[in-house]
């Protein structure tokens, strides 16, 4: 059964389209991340969502809008896509964001190109 | 802000050999944990080892340990007796223990490990 998926694994698409990734974890985690690997496989932190709640949000563009609709789903919306945006996206959960092992089981991935 | 560095982009090993990797880090908290991670040409993240700042006992899990020094804040990862299998980027990872940091972990650059038959 795999812990963290994200659909789809890949996604290309034109520059100025609208698209969604989708995340979800089978857990029972209650906290959620999005992080941007770009070419030079540098990879940061966007978003964390603590029980469906934003605690983070790293100076992303306003483009990038993450929706939680429940514990186990984290997706991420982005509208207006550039070139720029062409990475591979992570979708991570864990227990709780503080003290605590807290590991952080990632999704594997989806691979986006705007052409 | 805390930041992590791996000083090294490209590392070889020969198969059975050990190699060392290395990673510093800045910060000015006291409680926080590193890890590395593993990602494979599938681009898998893998999580290897971990460490409590709090601990002052190296962690080792079967082949992989690690040298953590927190005064000089240095975390390095060795392998021992390297498989080929073991070939892949290493990524330094960075996680306050404070909830208002969101759990997020902070990279470092990574580290493209190959290995040698």
Known sequence: DTAVSQTPKYLVTQMGNDKSIKCEQNLGHDTMYWYKQDS????????????????????????FSPKSPDKAHLNLHINSLELGDSAVYFCASSQGIGTGRNEQFFGPGTRLTVL | ?????????????????????????????????????????????????????????????NRFSVNFQKAAKSFSLKISDSQLGDAAMY????????SNQGGKLIFGQGTELSVKP
Request: proline share 4%.
């Open chain 2, 1 to 61: 802000a805390q930041t992590v560095t791996q000083s090294q982009p490209e590392m070889s090993v020969q198969e059975a050999e050990t190699v060392t990797l290395s990673c510093t880090y800045d910060t000015s908290e006291s409680d926080y944990y590193l890890f590395w991670y593993k990602q494979p040409p599938s681009r898998q993240m893998i999580l290897v080892i971990r460490q409590e700042a709090y601990k002052q006992q190296n962690a080792t899990e």
């Open chain 2, 91 to 98: 990524f330094c990872a960075y996680r306050s223990a404070w």
């Open chain 1, 40 to 63: 030079k496989k540098f990879l940061k932190i966007m978003f964390s969502y603590n029980n469906k709640e934003l605690i983070i949000n790293e100076t992303v563009p306003n483009r």
